[in-house]
T-cell receptor, first 114, second 113 residues
Framework: GAGVSQSPSNKVTEKGKDVELRCDPI?????LYWYRQSLGQGLEFLIY????????KSGLPSDRFSAERTGGSVSTLTIQRTQQEDSAVYLC????????????FGQGTRLTVV | GESVGLHLPTLSVQEGDNSIINCAYS??????FIWYKQESGKGPQFIID?????DKRQGQRVTVLLNKTVKHLSLQIAATQPGDSAVYFC????????????FGQGTILTVHP
């Protein structure tokens, strides 16, 4: 596609349930990032994939959060046993060569945990 | 830990005025600084970036200034238009965390017609 695509655009889940958020990066982009944005806040780094290198997971807030990237393309962010504080917009971005400049963001998945 | 922050959370200007949005950073090892614009309900959109070996870079109606001495970054928007109304984030990357963008809190820019 022309841009970074995320699905679903909105997700409401019950506390304690698991959720999966999907990101389709721009074709040919080797780097993929996940960020979390709470209402009125900046973007909190979660995880970064670059090619076949081991991902930088330093931003994942707890072991309930995990992400994978299959075939160097699509990525899935999984949150297990969701909590209300997980409610936020989850943003995915991709870039061509791993440089953070010119990273293109998707429109995000708004997650609401009730 | 390292952080990037903004001096002003909100900025209101009249259409046609020039806008200046400021940002302070603390990681002296950062190689890149980037400004993003985020409109309501959308993901951040890249505006302009600057490398640490530069002190000024110009784009279309935008200029980014970098003062490494005081670790300060600014975004100047010339002839601000209502369509410029958005949240503006500065971000830094590089050093030992190359690839990982660290974002500031953001500044809300409101342009009044």
């Amino acid at each position: 596609g022309a841009g970074v695509s995320q699905s679903p655009s909105n997700k409401v889940t019950e506390k304690g349930k698991d959720v999966e958020l999907r990101c389709d990066p721009i074709s040919g982009h080797t780097a993929l990032y996940w960020y979390r944005q709470s209402l009125g806040q900046g973007l909190e780094f979660l995880i970064y994939f670059q090619g076949n290198s081991a991902p930088d997971k330093s931003g994942l807030p707890s072991d309930r959060f995990s992400a994978e990237r299959t075939g160097g393309s699509v990525s899935t962010l999984t949150i297990q046993r969701t909590q209300q504080e997980d409610s936020a917009v989850y943003l995915c971005a991709s870039s061509r060569q791993g440089a953070s400049t010119e990273a293109f963001f998707g429109q995000g998945t708004r997650l609401t945990v009730v | 830990g390292e952080s990037v922050g903004l001096h002003l959370p909100t900025l209101s200007v009249q259409e046609g005025d020039n806008s200046i949005i400021n940002c302070a950073y603390s990681n002296s090892a950062s190689d890149y600084f980037i400004w993003y614009k985020q409109e309501s309900g959308k993901g951040p959109q890249f505006i302009i970036d600057i490398r640490s070996n530069m002190d000024k870079r110009q784009g279309q109606r935008v200029t980014v200034l970098l003062n490494k001495t005081v670790k300060h970054l600014s975004l100047q928007i010339a002839a601000t238009q209502p369509g410029d109304s958005a949240v503006y984030f500065c971000a830094e990357a590089g050093g030992t965390s190359y690839g990982k963008l660290t974002f500031g809190q953001g500044t809300i820019l409101t342009v009044h017609p």
